[in-house]
């Protein structure tokens, strides 16, 4: 049974709403955010009409705001938010949904003021003002909006989405919409597209810079920022609609044959059932300055031959790829489409051709990655000469990979980023490679044989040796 001095609500009920109320005004006391909390729930008391009310004021007060949120702020910012959008989706729609409706647009509207004054790279704010408009979707269902004006209101919206606030809306309203107003909505954004606004004077025109073509100027920027705002929009209709002809109509020709949108165009072709057409706009993709086309093209190409009854084919086409990259999904790809016990000579297979890569680096991740601690151990022991010190992003897991079953391997590639650090005077890294020697040290008790490898009182004296007078790093050592 819990103490009567447990933080629980029946203990704190027993101390009366008298009580309660003064400690709450105690609480909220140089709180703001407390008291609008409070005044948030008084006025849920008189009604959604009056939580309504306050919500309105209180978005108001967040649009008209100038000062800087910085990124100490943004949690706090951001909870307000948050107790705004709840309030309209809990209270108001329950009661209200057209007020709710009008209540969740001026809240969207809010964030063009959230990230000018944001100088944060937080991703708090995007993912309320997501939320919001799937919150959207489902009130306007509620609300029995009609589609013309939904769609108006989508559209007016998706020309001020300069921060993204509005990407998933489209999406959201589908289900809304329906074929009708997707239909409108679709209209509105090809002629907004297509709109030629006149141009002014020369003398006139703004001039954001200067090109290898001369100035650029504002208002032609403006035109492409609109045809570019458009064209995505058109292509979420066409894939809402599963009109891959549409998506493909889209598309600049320009870029058509770039392989991150010809795989992009593959996958809707082959859910359509034209794995022909696939395969043939994935092969006409551009190859010109690459070793190596993207692994989606890759994937998308496998994917459009075993589509057309091609399976020999398309597993010799993975196996290429893993054999170039070792990307360990073309290798899953692989092993998925073999029968059972094939797949484990297959896995050993790939191991060993992964030992004998060029690039150690390489063959390292994809240890790392697939996972496969004991052939990263023996990678490391073996090759520890070609190990490069100053690609700490992969060393760093690789050591804490290694640590607990291979104290020896871990002790090698900790061992690449010290030697690195010291050999080129790295002072910036000098605190890390501390971290790590004394991490080898740690180590050592639990390494029964160093092999080939210095034990680690002699690498520390050769240490001393070669690097004896960069102070800097041995003062971190005392």
Known sequence: MAAKTTLNAKNLEALGAPRLAAL?????????????????????????????????????????????????????????????????????????????????????????????????????????????????????????????????????????????????????????????????????????????????????????????????????????????????????????????????????????????????????????GRAEEALRILDGADHRGRLEMPFEWQEARAEALDALGRGEEAQAYRWQCFEQSLNGEHLRAFLRKLADFDDIEAEEKALAFAHGFPDVHRALAFFLAWPAPADAAKLVSGRQAELDGDLYELMTPAAEMLQERHPLAATIVLRSMIGFALDYGRSSRYRHAARHLAECASLAPHIDDFGKTQPHDAYVNELIRQHGKKHGFWSLMR
């Open 24 to 272: 709450l005004i105690e609480i909220s006391t140089g709180s703001a955010a407390h008291k609008r909390r409070l005044r948030m729930e008084l006025a849920g008391n008189q009604g959604s009409t009056e939580v309504a009310r306050e919500i309105r004021k209180r978005l108001g007060s967040i649009a008209r705001a100038q000062s800087v949120i910085e990124w100490h702020k943004v949690k706090t910012v951001n909870a307000d938010l948050e107790t705004q959008r709840s309030a309209i989706v809990t209270v108001v729609a329950a009661d209200d949904p057209k007020e709710a409706f009008d209540l969740i647009w001026q809240f969207l509207a809010v964030a063009d003021s959230i990230f000018h004054r944001s100088n944060s790279s937080d991703t708090a704010f995007i993912e309320t003002f997501h939320q919001a408009c799937a919150d959207a979707g489902v009130i306007a269902r509620s609300a029995g909006i009609g589609i013309d004006v939904l769609a108006d209101k989508v559209f007016t919206a998706l020309q001020d989405n300069d921060y993204g606030q509005y990407d998933p809306l489209i999406a959201e309203m589908v289900p809304v919409l329906g074929k009708d107003g997707l239909e409108r909505l679709k209209g509105l954004l090809v002629q907004w597209s297509n709109e030629t606004e006149e141009r002014p004077a020369d003398a006139d025109r703004e001039i954001l810079g200067w090109g290898g073509s001369g100035p650029i100027y504002q208002d032609e920027i403006h035109a492409k920022h609109r045809r570019l705002t458009a064209r995505i929009a058109l292509q979420e209709i066409a894939d809402a609609q599963d009109d891959v002809d549409a998506f493909i109509a889209q598309q600049p020709q320009e870029t058509l044959r770039a392989p991150m949108v010809a795989a992009a165009i593959s996958g809707r072709l082959l859910l359509a």
